[in-house]
T-cell receptor, first 114, second 113 residues
Framework: SQTIHQWPATLVQPVGSPLSLECTVE??????LYWYRQAAGRGLQLLFY??????ISSEVPQNLSASRPQDRQFILSSKKLLLSDSSFYLC?????????????FGPGTRLTVL | DQQVKQNSPSLSVQEGRISILNCDYT??????FLWYKKYPAEGPTFLIS?????DKNEDGRFTVFLNKSAKHLSLHIVPSQPGDSAVYFC????????????FGTGTSLTVIP
């Protein structure tokens, strides 16, 4: 069966510090991978998605970036965090290369920027 | 631009009664819809989906209805149980939007014992 891991579960970082959140998927090959953000009182905002190694599409311009160094690994990064980056970050996967498919979410990372 | 809207931020229902969660969308090209359930500090879990070729899909206590002409879908939970208390998100996608799902802002359901 497929599983998705995210770490860390919680993170407190000072403003201006770098960020690296990691997501890995097991039990499937060539998944589509996604990074979402859920701010308080808001829906899920798609940040990045990837249909393959090294292929990243950005949906929202911001100070975040994503990379996919391996087939089942997706990394969300920032060089300098802002206060507004405080949020709940979710990684998700769906069966690729099929475009339409149910997405399955990881447990999320609660990021607080102070 | 919020293409998927959940206009009720919260809903309270007595245990055993029906819970109805609503979702509206604006893009007539959407052809695949999902409902997710989310507990605090956890990732959303997939609940039920429906494609635009159907107007109803049922899975146990959960039924999703789709009204394409009204661009409206709803999730019915019967009977409601205290464990159903969570935030429910609807999401929509279309083949011409690639891999992007559009999510609503969520409805917080509280089932009162």
């Amino acid at each position: 069966s497929q599983t998705i891991h995210q770490w860390p579960a919680t993170l407190v970082q000072p403003v201006g510090s770098p960020l690296s959140l990691e997501c890995t998927v097991e039990g499937t090959s060539n998944p589509n991978l996604y990074w979402y953000r859920q701010a308080a009182g808001r829906g899920l905002q798609l940040l990045f998605y990837s249909v393959g190694i090294g292929q990243i599409s950005s949906e929202v311009p911001q100070n975040l970036s994503a990379s996919r160094p391996q087939d089942r690994q997706f990394i969300l990064s920032s060089k300098k965090l802002l206060l507004s980056d405080s949020s709940f970050y979710l990684c998700a996967w769906s069966t690729g290369p099929q475009v339409i498919g149910t997405q399955y979410f990881g447990p999320g990372t609660r990021l607080t920027v102070l | 631009d919020q293409q998927v809207k959940q206009n009720s931020p919260s809903l309270s229902v007595q245990e055993g009664r029906i819970s109805i969660l609503n979702c509206d969308y604006t893009n007539s090209m959407f052809d695949y819809f999902l409902w997710y359930k989310k507990y605090p500090a956890e990732g959303p879990t997939f609940l039920i989906s429906i494609s635009s070729i159907k107007d109803k899909n049922e899975d146990g206590r959960f039924t999703v209805f789709l009204n394409k002409s009204a661009k409206h879908l709803s999730l019915h939970i019967v009977p409601s149980q205290p464990g159903d208390s969570a935030v429910y998100f609807c999401a929509a996608s279309a083949r011409d939007t690639g891999n992007q799902f559009y999510f609503g802002t969520g409805t917080s359901l509280t089932v009162i014992p």
